[in-house]
């Protein structure tokens, strides 16, 4: 299952001195590492003071109490249920419709996520240089329709592994121009930067009910119905989305203009720049897309091990997918581990426990129930720690990244991390079908352990707080 996704604002007011701020000197802009090295300087990015957002009446003191977010928060919920029952039903319509080989549903997750490596750079660029909610409204018609086309081509006995690879990544596209998207919104209907980890721990609630309900959802459904029929739910979910999008009243503030001439060429370089040249972003991207990759890589194999090495039923699919409980378990609580503990420290504990859980299902044996437990005790474990992480990741995130580079910070980061997805996904049906799924389990689960190292040895495991906002325009 992605990570990353959709995924997910604490306190900013805890600034540590130790964190990335801003430091004028000179008349240039500096960005500060946590070691006070520089990261970035006018030369790069031409920086000075932006204007705030444009806002209808006072700042709520609650999100509870803030309408548009709200109405923005059950859309997307239920747009994110939606995805996550369509992430299975497709791989699943392959299998049971068309008996798609493994190379076959490898070649499937890869298109569903490729758009990541080719399309979140540009879009990036576009969503900084426009209203992100017009965006947001295209982006989840087009899903719609896709979505559609499924339905009617079974009915008509057109639909084949081709046209279904297509509509694949087609809805991959729209999604990676929505993912770019609603990270940079978010800050419109949150202006405050202290309700950050709240805003994203409901979120991060969101992301992890559906991934919850979703697979399991979906397992049901398929078996009851048949996944093309499936997909007719789903458009529904992206439909309500839409209608909430359409609702939420708070103006959106044009983008600022550029202190120069736009230059596609230049604002992509600028936004690689910003997240390379800040340690923390950095090494946010790097384990991001170690752990994508993980992620991908084992939901991949554990389909292929389950279905076909194990016979396992439907409905025991959908009992192991439930484990994502972990997720909510893991957003329900990261406010509070949040604001009691260091923040590396959370990142590092929640981080390690999504990397180590693969090796679980690699190591199952004996017993039919027992091996059942230890896939439901392993998944639990990874989604556990990627509940608390994501919010973690995110809340960093936006607090070291400026309104106006959002879209381009956002780009860079779903470009590696679903990137990682991407080629996880490739590479799972590649290694299965060569040596087995069961001995490729394994071969996941030590790489994913290894990844651990390299977290231990990164300056956001070293984190004490949230970094000041950084407040910046070109």
């Known amino acids: 299952m992605p990570h990353g996704r959709h995924g997910p604002l604490g306190d900013a007011g805890r600034a540590n001195a130790l964190l990335p701020r801003p430091v004028r000197r000179c008349g240039a802009f500096r960005m500060r590492s946590y070691d006070g090295d520089p990261v970035t300087n006018r030369d790069d990015l031409d920086l000075t003071e932006p204007p705030g957002p444009a806002t209808i009446g006072p700042e709520p003191t609650s999100l509870w109490r803030n309408g548009d977010f709200l109405r923005f928060w059950t859309g997307e919920s239920l747009s994110l249920l939606g995805t996550q029952v369509t992430n299975l039903a497709l791989p699943l319509t392959a299998i049971y419709a068309f008996g798609a080989s493994d190379e076959q ?8 996520l490729a758009p990541y490596l080719g399309l979140a750079l540009l879009f990036g660029v576009w969503v900084d ?8 409204l295209a982006a989840n018609l087009t899903r719609m329709v896709l979505l559609l086309l499924i339905p009617l081509l079974y009915w008509r006995d057109a639909l084949s592994m081709t046209p279904l690879l297509v509509i694949a990544c087609l809805i991959g596209c ?21 309700m950050y980890v709240e805003a994203n721990a409901k979120m991060g ?8 309900a979703g697979p399991g959802l979906a397992v049901l459904l398929v078996a009851a119905l048949t996944a093309p029929i499936v997909l007719i739910s789903q458009v529904l979910t ?15 503030s044009p983008p600022p203009p550029p202190g120069r001439a736009r230059h596609l060429g230049r604002e992509l370089r600028d936004g690689l720049t910003w997240v390379l040249r800040n340690p923390i972003l950095r090494w946010l991207t790097f384990v991001g897309f170690c752990c994508n990759f993980s992620m991908i890589t084992v939901w991949t194999m554990f389909l292929l091990y389950g279905t076909r090495d194990l016979q396992l039923a439907s409905t025991t699919l959908g009992a192991i997918t439930t484990a994502s409980l ?10 509070k581990v949040i604001e009691r503990f260091r923040i590396g420290h959370v990142y590092l504990v929640s981080q390690s426990a999504l990397l180590l859980g693969p090796a679980l299902i690699a190591a199952a044996a004996g017993p ?14 990874t989604h556990l720690g990627l509940g608390v992480a994501g919010v973690v990741v995110v809340s960093l995130q936006q607090t070291s990244t400026p309104q106006w580079m959002m879209g381009r910070m956002t780009a860079v980061f779903r470009t590696l991390l679903f990137g990682g997805g991407a080629l996880g996904g490739l590479f799972a049906g590649m290694l299965s079908g060569a040596i087995g799924a069961h001995n490729a389990l394994t071969v996941a689960a030590v790489g994913s352990a290894a990844v651990v190292v390299a977290l231990v040895l990164s300056p956001v495991s070293r984190l004490r707080a949230l970094p000041a906002p950084v407040r910046t325009t070109p």
Do not use: H
């Open 205 to 212: 609630i969101s992301t992890s009910t559906a991934e919850v």
């Open 174 to 194: 729209a999604s990676v121009l929505f993912d770019v998207s609603w990270m940079s919104y978010v800050p419109t209907l949150v202006k405050e930067p202290t």
């Open 238 to 252: 992206y439909l309500v989305s839409v209608v909430t999008l359409l609702l939420i009243r708070t103006r959106e």
């Open 105 to 112: 549903i490898g070649l499937l997750r890869f298109l569903q």
């Open 326 to 335: 972990g997720g909510l378990a893991g957003a329900v609580i990261s406010r």
């Open 129 to 136: 240089r426009s209203r992100r909610k017009p965006i947001m």
């Open 368 to 381: 039919r129930p027992l091996m059942v437990g230890m896939f439901i005790l392993s998944f639990f474990t």
